[in-house]
């Protein structure tokens, strides 16, 4: 594989797990606010 | 750059067959299935309207009996916010956001395949109610307890349809956000975006914080009914105010979530056809922020009514007038756009010059029921109806026909019939006009709302509406026919289709490939934004 094709992959590779990072806090953050929620009117 | 973006650079090939929609990972595919599912529900919610114009032509009871009456009342909001407007606004922001940012796709294609594909099985459910013993969901969409939960075999149905809706939402939410932060061209900073698109940063973070707490709301609603607890339910010491509270905190910015795109839309479109810049873009930015800030601490002035402290009146009358002040500044920085510019009146500009005005008749009513011994009077009247329909129907559904409209030529690579085009908004302006404005009248000459019969002092307003009423609808049909003309041919659109078109959308080809952008533009200040 050609060096700059390599370095373009391994770049989108990081940019895919950086979505996938931000994607899951942000899963955590809506699901902390339903369960957070319903937790604060369990007390 | 997305998993499917770096698959695209080995195979830029497009996939054909049923096999393109069910699995589409392609941003342009999946905001088509969104935009075309709209477009649907917008049919179907409106032909519930239809029933419930008619039934209020004159009074007595004409057609329908005051049960389904009220189911249509409660399904046609359900199916004309979650399924027509907020999903056409996602369908934009699918359609948009990347070609905007100059990204290859949005950030996470497969979750974005199944934020739309949950919308069809959740309306499924939803619909399915009408055929169930006890009939649909009929208590108002705002679910209130302890009517709601009078509801037959669909009350489950309902409110997993909420949660099915309130995921794709989400997940829809989640995507974005991950899109613009993560995927932005060389170049394109956060105060270069266009305002299209920081208005959906915004309506995704609202998204994000609302519609978990609606779920848990409606999720106690749920183990009220079927697991004896007594979240809502006074005789085990539980609180149906409460709920309202709860909902209206989602509701609120649900509200936002529905105009704040529309927004952007118009935006957009003004210094296209203005042809100067947006006047005041940092302030847009940060009104738009304001706005969708302040949504969250004026949630009680929808329940004045139900009887609260003075302090609380006060304190909920007040910080819903300082809304007024952002969104002022947004009108008055359009009108500032539009101020001794080379303006032309194509039909995207029609729709977006009947936003500002009409949206903003409903947004000074909404000004008036906000003062709180006044909204003592218009509360749970058809004033009310009026008010929120100019925000909706006049408001954020104009500005989505518009958008239509302003970017159909890029999308389709045709331009649409501009006779056609117009003939449509002056008939849907004239006649949401017919529709609507008299509502304000019988509002305040006391006529309740969600009501299929009323005292015959009522009748000749509700007469005039009802007319209103089925000429908007047949109006629609000429939009139909203006998309599905140009979807299949017409004049060749250019790539910048419109002469004053700024923005990366617009330096693609029309219609733009299959997968654009899949190597970043250099964004510069000139070719930033309009």
């Not at chain 2, 935006?267 to 847009?284: D, E, N, V, W």
């Not at chain 2, 969708?292 to 009887?307: N, Q």
């Not at chain 2, 009748?459 to 000429?478: E, T, Y």
């Amino acid at each position: 594989m050609m060096t700059a094709e390599k370095d373009k992959d391994e770049l989108a590779a990081a940019r895919a797990a950086a979505n996938i990072k931000l994607a899951v806090f942000l899963g955590f953050v809506a699901l902390s606010f339903y369960a957070g929620f319903i937790w604060y009117y369990f007390k | 750059m997305s998993e499917a973006a770096v698959h695209d650079d080995h195979h830029d090939h497009k996939p054909t067959g049923i096999g393109r929609w069910l699995f589409s990972t392609n941003h342009k595919d999946i905001g088509t299935m969104y935009l075309v599912f709209s477009l649907i529900m917008f049919f179907i919610g409106g032909a519930m309207a239809m029933v419930i114009r008619a039934e209020l032509f004159q009074p007595g009871l004409q057609f329908v009996d005051p049960g389904f009456f009220n189911q249509m009342t409660t399904i046609h909001a359900l199916v004309m916010i979650f399924g027509a407007l907020m999903p056409a606004g996602v369908g934009l922001a699918n359609w948009l956001i990347p070609m905007m940012i100059g990204a290859p796709d949005m950030a996470l294609p497969r979750m974005n395949n199944m934020s739309f594909w949950i919308l069809p099985f959740a309306f499924t459910l939803l619909l399915s109610t009408l055929f169930m013993d006890g009939g649909g969901p009929a208590g108002g969409w705002t679910m209130y307890p302890p009517l709601v939960l009078q509801l037959g075999d669909g009350f489950p149905f309902l409110i997993f349809t909420v949660h099915f809706l309130g995921i794709s939402s989400i997940m829809g939410a989640i995507n974005i956000i991950a899109t613009v932060f993560n995927m932005r061209a060389p170049g394109m900073t956060y105060m270069r975006l266009p305002l299209f698109v920081w208005t959906w940063i915004i309506t995704a973070f609202l998204l994000i914080a609302a519609m978990p707490v609606f779920a848990g709301a409606v999720t106690m609603l749920l183990t009220d009914k079927y697991f004896a607890t007594s979240f809502f339910n006074a005789a085990g010491g539980g609180d149906p105010v409460m709920f309202q509270h709860v909902f209206w905190f989602f509701g609120h910015p649900e509200v936002y979530i529905l105009i704040l795109p529309a927004f952007g839309i118009v935006s957009q479109i003004l210094p296209t056809f203005a042809r100067k810049p947006l006047f005041g873009y940092a302030s847009m930015v940060y009104a738009t922020a304001a706005i969708a800030f302040l949504s969250f601490f004026v949630w009680a002035h929808h329940m004045f009514t139900v009887g609260m402290p003075l302090a609380g009146e006060l304190y909920f009358m007040y910080a819903t007038m300082s809304i007024a002040v952002p969104t002022g500044v947004k009108i008055f920085n359009w009108m500032a756009t539009m101020w001794k510019g080379s303006m032309t009146f194509e039909t995207p500009m029609l729709f977006s010059l009947g936003f500002i005005f009409l949206f903003t008749i409903g947004g000074f009513t909404g000004l008036m029921m906000g003062v709180t011994p006044v909204d003592f009077q218009y509360h749970d009247t058809y004033f009310i109806v009026a008010h929120f329909h100019y925000v909706l129907v006049p408001g954020a559904i104009f500005a989505v026909m518009g958008g239509v409209y302003y970017w159909l030529p890029k999308w389709t690579g045709h331009m649409y019939n501009e006779k056609l085009g117009k003939w449509h908004f002056w008939l849907s302006a004239i006649t949401v006009n017919i529709l609507f404005f008299p509502q304000h009248f019988l509002g305040l000459a006391g006529m309740p709302r969600r009501i299929p019969d009323y005292s015959v002092q009522f009748a000749d307003w509700n007469m005039v509406s009802s007319i209103g009423g089925f000429a908007f609808g047949l109006s629609q049909l000429v939009f139909v026919v203006v998309i599905v003309q140009c979807v299949r041919g017409g004049q060749k659109a250019t790539d910048q289709v419109w002469e004053g078109a700024h923005g990366l959308e617009f330096t693609l080809p029309s219609p733009p490939p299959f997968h654009s952008f899949t190597t970043p533009p250099q964004v510069t200040e000139a070719t930033a934004h309009s």
